[in-house]
């Protein structure tokens, strides 16, 4: 398989935000490694078998599912511990395992921030493919400038799909993307912007980058817990104008 280049990521601290019910916390985060690119067709091509007709784009139209299948794949490829563990649909992260695994969203935030506080670690225009480009498809990855992590593309071309759910009371299962796609306006190419879809969900501007670490824990890591998935999923207080949970 084409080399999995990974950029290690030291210990410290992001700051998140949940909109809808406006609170903000700051996640104190371990070392980890992560992506210097999103994973490419050629990769996807040589584990899983798809077909790569651009070899160096980044791989889109891979579901979540299929995203983390693709990291224990990986992951026993190069003989390291798979991260997940399934039954049928459901996915359950060993976080003490060393192998292949979806960023969680801290990581990702942290690692695409790179110390940097506004909404971009540089000037759209020379990091980030966006609709500014008029572009329509994903470009090769590398084509524009890293930030100061040395990762390509957290900002733009494709979507990075994320372990974290989106709003489990709002939207069930649904799970993270971040970091917008060729097609959008800058408005959604933000370090903080989140979106997501359905795990069995896929789409032409959404890929994703791997990441590696295992943690001393159980059922949480790296601004993650099962127990606050739990709490997530219930709508506590009023709810917003129009607004009814999918539970």
Not at 63 to 74: D, G, I, Y
Request: with cysteine; aromatic share 10%; proline share 7%.
């Amino acid at each position: 398989m084409d080399d999995i280049a990974l950029a290690r990521i030291p210990a410290g601290a992001v700051a998140l935000h949940d909109a809808r019910q406006k609170r903000r916390w700051t996640v104190e985060l371990e070392p980890f490694e992560i992506g210097v690119y999103a994973v490419t067709q050629e990769q996807l091509a040589e584990i899983l078998g798809q077909a790569a007709s651009h070899p160096r784009r980044p791989a889109v139209e891979v579901s979540w599912l299929r995203a983390v299948h693709f990291c224990n794949a990986a992951s026993e490829w190069e003989g390291l511990d798979p991260a997940y563990a399934f039954d049928g649909e459901d996915v359950t992260w060993h976080v003490d395992a060393d192998g292949y695994r979806l960023p969680t969203e801290a990581e990702w935030e942290y690692a695409c921030r790179a110390g940097s506080t506004g909404p971009h670690y540089g000037p759209l225009a020379e990091v980030a493919w966006t609709a500014a480009d008029g572009v329509s498809t994903p470009q090769p990855v590398g084509g524009r400038l890293p930030n100061l992590n040395g990762l390509f593309d957290t900002l733009g071309n494709a979507w990075e799909w994320c372990w974290d759910l989106l709003d489990p009371a709002r939207y069930d299962d649904y799970r993270v993307f971040r970091g917008g796609g060729f097609a959008d306006d800058a408005w959604s190419v933000r370090a903080s912007t989140r979106r997501g879809g359905a795990p069995r969900m896929s789409h032409p501007d959404v890929g994703f980058r791997l990441a590696r670490g295992g943690f001393d824990a159980t059922d949480a890591a790296q601004g993650w817990s099962a127990e606050a998935d739990r709490e997530r999923g219930d709508p506590d207080g009023p709810l917003p104008s129009g607004w009814t949970p999918r539970r």
